[in-house]
């Protein structure tokens, strides 16, 4: 059974870096049949999917085009663990932000637990 | 984008009732829809992949029906543990696009 385990800070000031790591159990994020997702979920947002990761040969990462310019998503093999990292945040960033698995063409299939965030002063 | 638009938002309906709950893209998706049912707190879950496949685990009296551009989501007697919000979600494109929510509660 696959888990993903979320860690990261729940509050981050205005124009910095929101970072958010998604660690996994029962996969390998290095698999080449898989891909890593990013969501978040906000009221006024509602579900918006953030971008993902994948590895074919070779390190993909595709994103939204509503975050690109602000956003990375990482894996680290020897970790087994995939990260989000937002810049230049601002209130409107504030969310719960969810990771999540794909199998080849098919539905987010696991998720992890979400972590709330909020940026504020 | 393909933008996803479920009806109704919100639905009160009692224990034992049919309840049905539609969504529809704007542009031709095939298939590749799936169903979550999110509980306050809790992540979405996966209910139903590829517009009518039951992911393992859920409940019979869960189905999904559709193609193209309108699907839908039937439970066929509500239970009280079915009370949440259900999102529809297309990934026939990037980026992946979610419904608004549909959120069920007890009549």
């Known amino acids: 059974q696959v888990q993903l385990q979320q860690s990261g800070p729940g509050v981050v000031k205005p124009s910095q870096t929101l970072s958010l790591t998604c660690g996994i159990s029962g996969d390998s994020v290095s698999s080449g049949t898989v891909a890593w997702h990013w969501i978040r979920q906000s009221p006024s947002r509602g579900l918006e999917w953030l971008g993902r990761t994948y590895f074919r040969s070779k390190w993909f990462a595709e994103y939204a085009e509503s975050v690109e310019s602000r956003i990375t998503i990482n894996a680290d093999t020897a970790k087994n663990q995939f990260s989000l990292q937002l810049s230049s945040v601002t209130p409107d960033d504030t969310a719960v932000y969810f990771c999540?698995?794909?199998?080849?063409?098919?539905?987010?299939?696991?998720w992890g637990q979400g972590s709330p965030v909020t940026v504020s002063p | 984008d393909i933008q996803m638009t479920q009806s109704p938002s919100s639905l009160s309906a009692s224990i034992g009732d049919r309840v049905t709950i539609t969504c529809q893209a704007s542009?031709?998706?095939?298939?590749?829809l799936d169903w979550f049912q999110q509980k306050p707190g809790k992540a979405p879950k996966l209910l139903i992949y590829?517009?009518?496949h039951l992911e393992r685990g859920v409940p019979l009296r869960f189905s999904g029906s559709g193609s193209g551009t309108d699907f839908t989501l039937t439970i066929s007697s509500l239970q009280p543990e079915d009370i949440a919000t259900y999102y529809c979600q297309q990934y026939r494109r990037f980026p992946y696009t979610f419904g608004q929510g549909t959120k069920l509660d007890l009549k």
């Open positions: 999540a698995r794909t199998p080849p063409g098919g539905p987010l299939d696991f």
């Open positions: 590829d517009a009518s």
């Open positions: 542009h031709d998706i095939s298939n590749y």
